[in-house]
Structures are given as C-alpha cells and as structure tokens.
C-alpha cells in the first residue's frame, strides 16, 4: 500500500539518522592469512610455554617441561586454539598446511627459527622478507635494507603484491623520497640518509625556539637571540610575537648536533652538543661504541645513537656479544655450543659417553644443563635406580640377616 504523502515526508528525518549501510569486509590477501596464523602459532608458543609447572617438585617439572617443550602434544595444543570455530578460511589453511607446520615443529626449527620467513615466505610462497614486493620478492627502490631512503613506504614491501614504489612520509618527494617538498628544507644529506625539517613562517605554526639559543632567521640568515622577556610573556611567545611584528619570516631551531648556530644545518654550528664532535666544517655523531674502552660491561653491547648510545643485554647463552641474538655471542655458555652460527643448547642426554652413569636411571635435557631421574617407581640408591621387586627382595635379605636377639 502506498503511503500518503504526509506520511513519507515524515518518515525522512528517521531515514537521515540510520547509519550508512557497513561497507563489505576487505578480503584478507594470502599473505595476510598466512602472516595472522602465523602470529597465533607464536601466541600459542607463549601461552603454552609454563603450562602446568609451579607444583613445588622441581626435577619432577624440570625432567617433564624438557620432554613438553618440544612434544608432538604441545605442538597439537597450540593447533587446536590457532583458529576459532567460525572462521572457516583459518581452517582450511590450517587444514591444508598442517603437515608443513608439523614437519617445522618436529625437524625443521632449530634450522629456520623464523617461522614466517620459512613458511610463509620460503614453502608457501605467498609473502616476500621485509625490504622486498611482487611475485619474485624483488628489492624495493632504494633497496631491501632501506626502501625509500627511509623515508617513505614501499609499495608491497613484505607482500606478492605492489609494484615497488615509493609513497613517501610527509615533507619528502621524489622516487627514492630523497627530496624535500615546499615548506621543508633539508638539514642532512649524504649518500645514505636524506632529513628534511618544516620550514615555518608568519602564516602558519611555528616551531618554539631552544630558550638558551634562539632561532635562526632565513632572510638574510640573521639570528634572533633569545635574550628577553616581557611581563606575562615566555621568551617563545615573545620571540614568535617578535618575528611577526617585524615581518621576518624564521625556521626551525638549530640542528640537534648544534649547541649554538647560525643556521638550520650541521654545517652552521658555533659549537657542538655533547655527543657529537666537528669534522670536516660539520658537527657529526661520535660513536661511543667503537671506542678503544667499550663504554658497556662485558655481558652487554653497544647500540649507538645520535648524539649518544645504549647498552643492551647479551642473549642468556652468550659470554660476552657483539650485538642482539644468539648469533652474535663471542663465546657461548657451559651447557652451549656453536651450532649453524649460534650459540645452541648442547642436549647432554644424546652425546656419545653417557650423562646419567647410574643403572635404569634416565637422562633429560635442559637448557644449559640436564638431569638424571630414576624411573617413577624406581628406588633412587647411590649405585642404581632399583626396580620395586629387587627393592623389596635387597629389604628382607637385609632382615633375614640381622642378628639373633641373644647374640645381641
């Protein structure tokens, strides 16, 4: 039935104020899929690594939690949470690559740590390793290591997709976004990295000057000082107020390698910050890490920064590092051994002469270490785990032997 025309008209306000019918879900990409349950597996190793210990008897967890950590039963635990009932695409990959999954856990691991790389990437071939696009994974503009000079995003960078190209951050242009665009100028640029800062004026924001300092004037490069102050006013506001009355336009504060300058570059600095030191005309990065003395304890390593450096923790198995990983140690821990490049676990219990010398005792693997425990039901002596039968035979031949109560 047709509604009067009264009746439409009244219903319109309520039509405006429904919400816009929701747009289709975007379909997630191959790589996508592969990449999230990936990301659950390695949730799953998380929530599956300290399942059920904390119960007080420490050889019993310690022989236990090194048998579960590698098990068929943890890998099948982490399986079965790694996609819920309802998403049908999670299963069907799951269902169609679970043996690859298998194959990693139970032989492949230890050789290819980086499950994505190896399944994602290396097997199923649907993604490309960071720094790489399209169907045969080539290097982005500006290569694998910093697409886009840093400075932009690579289109398909990680993906089969893209066709390489960069997008750049805002204030850079150009193909590698090495350029600055109108309003920026460049405050550093040699054959590896490309900084461009705003540049401000009267008609738009400003960036607030170094109190101490002041800000450097582009027309004429005059320097404004920052040397007063009125009542109810900061010398920021005073200065900006200053520039506008004066119709000067002015940029950002000094180079973050300046103490003093009287431009925006590292090549106008009077002096410089702590951290970096003159070289050639310009105030450079001093690097601490590669100091004669290292500025960090012998189980820590160097990380360099502008102007100043870190010191980072060497990984549990390494004596001493040169950086991040079991990869980088210098020498590795008792219980560790060099195995493809890292410092690995040593597994005691399979070495040629034996860990555990007692009779029916059994060996576990550790970290680092390993233990000896005697079957469950074996009696623990100082020569040999006994079985039940010869435990009870040894105690009444132990009885039969004592003495008659009058030899006593």
């Keep these: 039935m047709r509604l009067p025309r009264r009746a439409a008209l009244g219903l319109l306000p309520l039509l405006l104020l429904l919400p816009p019918a929701p747009k289709a879900a975007k379909k997630p990409t191959p790589c996508q899929r592969c990449r999230g349950l990936v990301d659950k597996f390695n949730q799953g190793l998380v929530d599956t690594a300290k399942k059920n210990f904390g119960g007080g008897n420490t050889a019993w967890e310690e022989k236990t939690l090194s048998k579960y950590e590698s098990s068929e039963i943890r890998l099948l635990e982490i399986l079965e949470g790694l996609c819920e009932s309802s998403d049908f695409e999670c299963n069907q990959m799951l269902e169609a690559q679970e043996e690859h999954l298998e194959a990693w856990w139970l032989q492949l691991k230890n050789e290819y740590p980086d499950l994505l790389e190896w399944f994602c990437v290396k097997t199923l071939k649907v993604c490309c390793s960071p720094g790489t696009y399209g169907p045969d994974c080539l290097a982005c503009q500006g290569g694998s290591q910093r697409p886009c000079s840093g400075n932009g995003h690579c289109s398909g960078d990680g993906s089969r997709q893209g066709d390489g190209s960069c997008r750049c951050h805002v204030g850079y242009q150009g193909p ?18 490309s900084v461009c800062k705003v540049r401000t004026g009267l008609s738009g924001s400003y960036t607030p000057c170094r109190l101490s300092l002041g800000c450097w ?39 973050e390698s300046c103490k003093t300058c009287s431009g ?3 090549t106008d600095c009077g002096e410089c910050e702590v951290g970096w030191v003159l070289d050639e005309g310009a105030c450079v990065d001093v690097d601490e890490c590669a100091a004669e003395t290292p500025p960090c304890s012998a189980a820590q390593f160097c990380k360099n920064a502008n102007g100043s450096y870190t010191c980072e923790e060497c990984d549990s198995s390494c004596l001493g590092c040169t950086g991040e990983g079991p990869g980088n140690c ?18 005691e219990c399979s070495l040629a002469e034996k860990a555990c010398v007692r ?9 680092g270490s390993y233990v000896c425990v005697c079957p469950d039901g074996f ?7 006994v079985p039940p039968a010869e435990a009870e035979a040894t105690e009444e031949e132990s009885l039969t032997q004592l003495p008659a109560h009058e030899d006593l």
């Excluded at 590698?176 to 054959?191: A, I, Q, V």
């Excluded at 009779?359 to 970290?367: D, I, S, V």
């Design 330 to 347: 210098k020498e590795c821990i008792p219980g560790y051994a060099r195995e493809h490049g890292q410092c690995a676990d040593v597994d």
């Design 264 to 266: 925006p570059t590292n």
């Design 176 to 193: 590698l976004c090495t350029d600055c665009m109108d309003g920026y100028f460049s405050s550093l640029r040699n054959e590896t990295h």
């Design 217 to 255: 004037r582009g027309m004429g490069h005059a320097w404004i000082r920052n040397t007063h102050t009125q009542p109810g006013y900061s010398s920021r506001v005073w200065i900006a107020a200053f520039s506008r009355l004066l119709k000067i336009p002015w940029s950002p504060a000094c180079d």
């Design 379 to 385: 009696e623990e002596t100082e020569d040999a785990c």
């Design 359 to 367: 009779k029916n005792e059994n060996c576990y693997n550790t970290p």
